[in-house]
């Protein structure tokens, strides 16, 4: 599906303009009631978007709703970056591949992952990953040091996002979806500095960590507390 980034009349970037796909927002008008009511969920910080660019979002993983809980309240698609095997799954594999989601390995984070990341946020797209690799249900877990390889060849605004509650609405292991409420932060973008040292750094277990300190402190705003646990 193509996209675009217009220019307004004064020559500015207009705010990035997608063409989302019919079942995109068909989806969209379906959860949205769900996602307000039953999960009473909570978006703060959209305002930290820039909305004439697109841009990379480093997300923690909890549960199978954080995609579309930190979608919910976005009016342009976020291409989520997940595992290449749920491709395989019948009618899981077809919504994926008609809801812009790219296809990554679990053991290498390949060129052709990248090249594909990188040109759909050209396109205005955010992309979404989620460098823990798997669910936690607590605390955000130590970063893969793989997703640098994405971030590094960006030179467009990186964000960090916290979400707290999905994992109680939907633990591992559960096909039900309880009551509760989900907040997600959308935090600043990375300062200058931190992307010169994500550039120029050569310690990617240090660099890592620091993205994950960026997500864990959005989830600290959105109220996540490990004496809860």
């Known amino acids: 599906m193509s996209a675009c980034i217009p220019k307004t009349t004064d020559g500015l970037a207009a705010p990035a303009k997608l063409r989302p796909k019919f079942l ?31 841009g990379l979002l480093l997300l923690n993983h909890q549960s199978f709703l954080d995609a579309v809980a ?21 009618i899981v594999g077809w919504l994926l591949r008609n809801n812009y989601v790219l296809s990554i390995s679990q053991t290498a984070f390949r060129g052709s992952s990248i090249r594909r990341a990188v040109d759909r946020m050209h396109q205005g797209f955010l992309v979404g990953i989620f460098p823990e690799g798997e669910r936690s249900s607590g605390a955000v877990k130590t970063f893969n040091r793989g997703f640098l390889s994405l971030v590094r060849r960006v030179d467009l605004p990186i964000y960090p996002v916290g979400i707290v ?45 620091m993205m994950r300190q960026r997500v864990a402190a959005c989830m600290a705003h959105a ?4 004496n809860a646990e």
């Open 165 to 209: 509650g999905t994992g109680q609405l939907m633990p591992r292991g559960s096909i039900l979806i309880r009551p509760g409420k989900i907040t997600v932060v959308f935090g600043k973008p990375i300062t200058p500095d931190e992307r010169e040292r994500l550039r120029t750094g050569r310690n990617d277990e240090e660099l890592a960590e």
């Open 70 to 90: 930190a979608g919910i309240r976005l009016r342009r698609p976020i291409s989520y970056m997940a595992r290449e095997d749920l491709f395989q799954i019948p």
């Open 223 to 226: 109220g996540y507390s490990p």
């Open 24 to 54: 995109w927002r068909c989806l969209k008008i379906i959860m949205t009631p769900f996602f307000m009511l039953w999960a009473r969920t909570q978006v703060i910080g959209t305002e930290n978007i820039d909305d004439t660019q697109g």
